[in-house]
Antibody
Framework: EVQLLESGGGLVQPGGSLRLSCAASEFTFSSYVMNWVRQAPGKGLEWVSG????????YYAESVKGRFSISRDNSKNTLFLQMSSLRAEDTAIYYCAKEDGIAAPRFQYWGQGTLVTVAS | EIVLTQSPGTLSLSPGERATLSCRASQRVTSDYIAWYQQKPGQAPRLLIYGASSRATGIPDRFSGSGSGTDFTLTITRLEPEDFAVYYCQQYVGSPRFTFGPGTKVDIK
């Protein structure tokens, strides 16, 4: 069974930085596009960032462009999200998600999420 | 940017009833690029439907998706107690890669 396990969340002050990790197992990690999706408390889902299977192409939502950086280590089956210049509105549960289906892209597998709280 | 709108915001129904959830795109969307998710409190989203009408692995056949162009529908033919949740539609747009609708909450009447 595919497993995705996020870590690295916590409380950080506005303007601070945080690095999230997502450890993947039970699938060939290096063959799949991976994504981060977040959900602010009581709100809906927001796609944040994605990265190609080989890590050469990265994609960002406008709301995080220039502040967040996605990367991956295929040798360690791990996805990362480096977050800087954090704002209160970045407070959310951050999920990593495995992207399936080139013809019909979708997120079949999700992690359990890690909570990031930006507050002073 | 293509915006997804979901209606109604909340749907109050009884177990056994039929639920019809709407997802409308601000511009025409390729059907292959529409997916639906279910989310229960405290849980990660669960993929229900992809390609507008294909059920994901393990999803009961009471869930079905349809639509094309700008209008897409998720139908739950007979609501089971475990189906009361929030439902999101999603589209793949290339850049930014994905967007989600605001969600429809299906609650118990």
């Amino acid at each position: 069974e595919v497993q995705l396990l996020e870590s690295g969340g916590g409380l950080v002050q506005p303007g601070g930085s945080l690095r999230l990790s997502c450890a993947a197992s039970e699938f060939t990690f290096s063959s799949y596009v991976m994504n981060w999706v977040r959900q602010a408390p009581g709100k809906g889902l927001e796609w944040v960032s994605g990265i190609s299977d080989n890590g050469r192409s990265t994609y960002y939502a406008e709301s995080v462009k220039g502040r967040f950086s996605i990367s991956r280590d295929n040798s360690k089956n791990t996805l990362f999200l480096q977050m800087s210049s954090l704002r209160a509105e970045d407070t959310a549960i951050y999920y990593c998600a495995k992207e399936d289906g080139i013809a019909a892209p979708r997120f079949q597998y999700w992690g359990q999420g890690t909570l990031v709280t930006v507050a002073s | 940017e293509i915006v997804l709108t979901q209606s109604p915001g909340t749907l109050s129904l009884s177990p056994g009833e039929r639920a019809t959830l709407s997802c409308r795109a601000s511009q025409r969307v390729t059907s292959d690029y529409i997916a639906w998710y279910q989310q229960k409190p405290g849980q990660a989203p669960r993929l229900l439907i992809y390609g507008a009408s294909s059920r994901a692995t393990g999803i009961p056949d009471r869930f079905s998706g349809s639509g094309s162009g700008t209008d897409f529908t998720l139908t739950i033919t007979r609501l089971e107690p475990e189906d009361f949740a929030v439902y999101y539609c999603q589209q793949y747009v290339g850049s930014p890669r994905f967007t989600f609708g605001p969600g429809t909450k299906v609650d118990i009447k």
